[in-house]
């Protein structure tokens, strides 16, 4: 039951990571499009610079419970990493109850009427004559504090059922970091060579 809970939160927020994911395909050519008309043609654009703080704003606050499902937070682990996995999991159960959900639910809660607010009157960019919306971005707070609201669930699930087993439960294979695949790509180059 736990491990299909896990499972299931898991997968929503990679699917919510990934389709965020492409903010930076978007930056990345809106940001080109600018250093090109800018520099080569001498007119630069009046939305690049809202462009780029909204959908940084946007990924970083959709991907945050995708980062957590990876285990990809920074974390000072001089310690925690060489503890029993049982220790590991209890303080991580401590410390998800005393700060990870408070912090949560007040971003959901101050999120909420941040974003309202924004909505309420459609907000934009005060940065740019173009008049950008960035309500819809202010809105993404409190569904960013959801989403790491959920994950927070299946973390804590994660903790209990380490304790119970002696064991951290998988997390999902998703992408590997290319050092990652080239360290593997070279170790087995090197088992080929020992072996011939």
């Known amino acids: 039951m736990l491990r299909s809970i896990i499972k299931t939160i898991d997968l929503l927020n990679k699917s919510v990571g990934h389709a965020f994911a492409w903010c930076i395909v978007i930056l990345t050519l809106g940001i080109s499009y600018e250093v090109f008309v800018r520099y080569a043609l001498r007119d630069p654009t009046s939305w690049a610079f809202d462009l780029s703080y909204i959908l940084y704003g946007a990924l970083f606050l959709m991907c945050g419970a995708y980062t957590l499902s990876r285990g990809g937070h920074v974390r000072a682990d001089i310690f925690y990493r060489r503890w029993p996995v049982k220790v590991q999991a209890s303080l991580e159960l401590v410390l998800y109850f005393l700060f ?97």
């Not at 504090?145 to 951290?168: H, K, M, P, S």
Request: aromatic share 8%; net charge negative; proline share 6%.
């Open 100 to 196: 990870f959900f408070p912090g949560v639910l007040a971003l959901v809660i101050a999120g909420w009427g941040y974003g309202m607010e924004s909505l309420a009157i459609r907000e934009v960019s005060v940065n740019s004559p173009v008049g950008v919306p960035i309500w819809p971005l202010k809105m993404l707070i409190p569904a960013a504090g959801v989403l790491l609201t959920l994950q927070g669930i299946a973390e804590v699930f994660r903790c209990v059922l380490c304790l119970q087993e002696g064991q951290w439960p998988a997390r999902l294979h998703d992408v590997d970091e290319l050092e990652a695949q080239l360290m593997q790509l070279h170790t087995s180059e090197q088992a080929k060579g020992i072996h011939s």
